[in-house]
């Protein structure tokens, strides 16, 4: 499935449509190109959930951000500088699933070995400097389910 986004506003309703769905161990991978709008559609899932604005908008090099506050335990990862499989192991970014957190993860395609079995997978593209469009694919049943949850009805 694809969706238009028109402005960043739409990205910012893709992410409150995501946060109300989301539950503890939901996994969504994002991909895209630099300025595809990744990190604007992280940020509206997070500010959805009620994580606090300035908590968001602080600037970290960390892989893994935690993100208090919101309605579920979530976590954002950027694996834009992951080398490799064993440097994201080594920052406990896999157990946070199975510990009960949401994550929402850039540039997934990065380390696709990442991904696990279910999860919602969101592909931006840079269809003008005004616009973006969101190719919606969902994995396992879990997947599956807020993919279609997510279509346009
Ligand atoms: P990425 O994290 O993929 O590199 P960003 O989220 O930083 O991309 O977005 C890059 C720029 O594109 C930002 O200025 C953002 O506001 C803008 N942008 C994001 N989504 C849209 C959209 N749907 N329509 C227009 N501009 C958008
Ligand atoms: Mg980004």
């Known amino acids: 499935m ?5 402005g960043s506003a739409r990205t910012r309703a893709l992410g409150r449509r995501i946060a109300d769905l989301l ?16 990190t604007l559609l992280s940020r509206s899932i997070c500010e959805a959930l009620g ?9 970290t090099f960390a892989i893994v951000h935690p993100y208090d506050g919101g309605r579920i335990p979530i ?10 499989y064993d440097e994201l192991y080594a920052t406990g970014f896999l157990d946070l699933v199975s510990e009960g957190s949401a994550l929402i993860v850039e540039w997934i395609d990065r380390i696709p070995e990442a991904a696990p079995a279910e999860w919602l997978r969101i592909e931006l593209e840079h269809v003008s400097p005004q616009a973006r469009s969101a190719r919606i ?6 997947g599956e389910e807020l993919a279609r949850a997510l279509a346009p009805s």
């Open 2 to 6: 694809t969706v238009n986004l028109e």
């Open 23 to 38: 539950r503890p161990g939901d996994f969504v991978g994002l991909v895209g190109e630099l300025g595809a709008g990744k």
């Open 51 to 59: 994580v606090p604005r300035e908590r968001i908008a602080s600037p």
């Open 75 to 84: 976590h954002h990862a950027d694996l834009y500088r992951v080398e490799d």
């Open 137 to 142: 694919t969902g994995f396992g049943p879990r």
